[in-house]
């Protein structure tokens, strides 16, 4: 009972890619999921959230306006559409979920969110 980022790949600086996060053995409808990305020698970071019910986004100051989160209930998926990617974006991604609300307080703490999985590598080249 996890999640799966998927997506990921090389890109140019300038470039965009879409990220997915898909559920395995539960269903996405009534989680709220949270996006997160690490990069070597770095803590984990938060990026963006998305709420189950409301809907309600948020995002890092870092990817403001760069980055959008969605997602599709009918596919069970929730997606992270970057674009203007830069070289500093470079980490792997991970998608959590901190049930069925993002966090008011501490909205990217790691202790909030569960169901870890795999993440999915971005890279932007120079």
């Known amino acids: 009972v996890q999640l799966q980022a998927s997506g990921g790949g090389l890109v140019q600086s300038g470039g965009s890619l879409r990220l997915s996060c898909a559920a395995s053995?539960?269903?996405?409808?009534?989680?709220?999921i949270g996006w997160f990305r690490q990069a070597p020698g770095k803590e984990r970071e938060g990026v963006s959230c998305?709420?189950?019910?409301?809907?309600?986004?948020y995002y890092a100051d870092s990817v403001k306006g760069r980055f959008t989160i969605s997602r599709d209930n009918a596919k069970g998926t929730v997606y992270l559409q970057m674009n203007s990617l830069k070289p500093e974006d470079t980490a792997v991604y991970y998608c959590?979920?901190?049930?069925?609300?993002?966090?008011?307080?501490?909205?990217?703490?790691?202790?909030?969110?569960?169901?870890w999985g795999q993440g999915t590598q971005v890279t932007v080249s120079s």
């Open positions: 998305i709420g189950s019910m409301d809907g309600n986004t």
């Open positions: 053995g539960f269903s996405l409808h009534y989680s709220a």
């Open positions: 959590a979920t901190p049930g069925s609300s993002c966090p008011r307080v501490g909205r990217f703490g790691l202790t909030h969110y569960a169901r």
